[in-house]
């Protein structure tokens, strides 16, 4: 036996893995489509009395939730590295809440900020930000019934750290839960597809931000974002 540890095991190619995973979406995703186009057909020809009208409205939505998890395992292979400029954090998350606003709206959930106005720029890809508060508000809005609200909180701290505070009046889940809920396919009972949030947090980890989940005590969750504030140079004071 040799000293040498070297791990000589062939190295996988993430751009071949992307590659295939890719073409696996699309081969799944056209036929899916065909079955729903046709189970929609389907369920309009059926008197509105039909016991098995409600079977295939099952199925079709049943299709759905698998044609969404494989866009989201589409989205979640094509997360590339972020291109790092100086943003103001509330303006990312004032946007990300403006595409969810209708859906509110439609839900009668409504929205409660409390942005701090002196908060200082942070390095972070915006786009892919916005993208993070969209992944977390999508599961957020998902988990919480007709008539909740979501409360949006943006602070520092005391060790000159951006924190952004979401809150949910949603489904709450088993404290020993909380670990999985950013592990991609093994969503808990009630909160998203189970990519969504993998998403945020390999978007915000790769951007040098954090985010963790909080069970609140009157229901729903707390998801607590992190972000730390480039130190400033001394050439720049």
Do not use: Y
Not at 24 to 29: A, I, Q, T
Not at 145 to 174: A, C, F, N, W, Y
Not at 226 to 232: D, G, M, R
Request: charged residues 25%.
């Amino acid at each position: 036996m040799n000293g040498d540890s070297r791990d000589t095991r062939p190295q996988l190619d993430w751009c071949l893995v992307k590659e295939l995973m890719d073409g696996f979406v699309h081969e799944v995703k056209n036929p899916l489509a065909g079955i729903r186009v046709a189970l929609k057909a389907l369920g309009k020809q059926m008197a509105t009395e039909d016991p098995n009208r409600k079977v295939i409205e099952q199925i079709h939505e049943r299709v759905g939730s698998i044609n969404k998890a494989l866009s989201d395992l589409m989205e979640f292979s094509r997360i590339s590295a972020p291109k790092l400029s100086m943003i103001d954090v509330n303006m990312a998350l004032e946007q990300s809440l403006e595409r969810v606003q209708s859906k509110c709206q439609r839900r009668e959930i409504t929205i409660e900020k409390h942005l701090s106005g002196s908060l200082p720029q942070v390095n972070i890809d915006p786009k892919q930000t916005e993208q993070a508060f969209l992944c977390i508000l999508s599961d957020m809005l998902e988990a919480t019934p007709d008539g909740g609200k979501l409360v949006v909180r943006s602070s520092m701290d005391t060790g000159g750290h951006i924190v952004v505070e979401l809150e949910d009046t949603g489904t709450s889940i088993q404290e020993n839960h909380l670990n999985r809920l950013f592990k991609p396919f093994l969503s808990t009972m009630g909160r998203g597809s189970g990519v969504g949030l993998s998403i945020a947090k390999t978007i915000l980890g790769q951007n040098g931000g954090s985010i963790q989940a909080e069970k609140r005590d009157e229901g729903g969750l707390t998801f607590r974002i992190v972000f730390p504030v480039p130190a400033i140079e001394a050439g720049d004071r």
